[in-house]
């Protein structure tokens, strides 16, 4: 198991940008999988992006692909989701969670979260 704490979440216009960190405590973070999701008001969590343990294979959601970029830096033990163009769609809590397997999008193989940070983008 890894704590996780987000932070980066503010409120931004549309059409700029914001970085989220995630902040893993633990010396096994390299071995973890890492990987963003959100969950807007009034709706199911969803999946937004996640990295291999190197760094090596990111996966996206569509809705965020060509728009978010996935990163982490293992030395830090930190992940980050860089998030450009953003939409007022995106408005949403975002959470970082650690995956002790393989690069998934499936909720139930992350085993540790983060609080969340909030991101609203005004129109």
């Known amino acids: 198991q890894v704590q996780l704490v987000e932070s980066g979440g503010r409120l931004v216009q549309a059409g700029g940008s914001l970085r989220l960190s995630c902040a893993a405590s633990?010396?096994?973070?390299?071995?973890?999988?890492m990987g963003w999701f959100r969950q807007a008001p009034g709706k199911e969590r969803e999946f937004v992006a996640a990295i291999s343990w190197g760094g090596g294979r990111t996966d996206y959601a569509d809705s965020v692909k060509g728009r978010f970029t996935i990163s982490r830096d293992n030395g830090k033990n930190t992940v980050y989701l860089q998030m450009n163009s953003l939409k007022p769609e995106d408005t949403a809590v975002y959470y970082c969670a650690a995956n002790p397997r393989d690069l998934s999008r499936i909720e139930g193989d992350f085993g540790s979260w983060g609080q969340g940070t909030q991101v609203t983008v005004s129109s």
């Open positions: 633990g010396r096994t973070f390299s071995s973890y999988c």
